[in-house]
């Protein structure tokens, strides 16, 4: 089993930025492919952002390329996503995911945390 818990959303105005920060326990960390997903109200969860085990190679969709960067500290058993030049179509509900492939897809992540409100004002 792993535990996820995110932290570090809130309220910023659009340009401004935020980072998240996933902290894991349980199984090794380092073992796994971590991501973001996040899911804005009425809307279905969104592949934002994914990095392999050893950090080695980051994922992003388009929508947040250029503005956000994914990455992780293994000693820490700690995830990151700096979200800068934020936007209000950025507002969501923000999760981490665990699993054994840095996908884009929702199914490829077994283990989840509760999530984190991100709300930008414009």
């Known amino acids: 089993q792993v535990q996820l818990v995110e932290s570090g959303g809130g309220l910023v105005q659009a340009g401004g930025s935020l980072r998240l920060s996933c902290a894991a326990s349980g199984r090794t960390f380092s073992s796994l492919a971590m991501a973001w997903l996040r899911q804005a109200p009425g809307k279905e969860r969104e592949f934002v952002a994914s990095?392999?085990?050893?950090?080695?190679?980051?994922y992003y969709a388009d929508s947040v390329k250029g503005r956000f960067t994914i990455s992780r500290d293994n000693a820490k058993n700690t995830m990151y996503l700096q979200m800068n030049s934020l936007k209000p179509e950025d507002t969501a509900v923000y999760f981490c995911?665990?699993?054994?492939?840095?996908?884009?897809?929702?199914?490829?992540?077994?283990?989840w945390g509760q999530g984190t409100q991100v709300t930008v004002s414009s």
């Open positions: 990095i392999t085990w050893n950090g080695g190679s980051t």
């Open positions: 995911a665990a699993g054994n492939v840095a996908g884009t897809l929702r199914r490829e992540y077994s283990y």
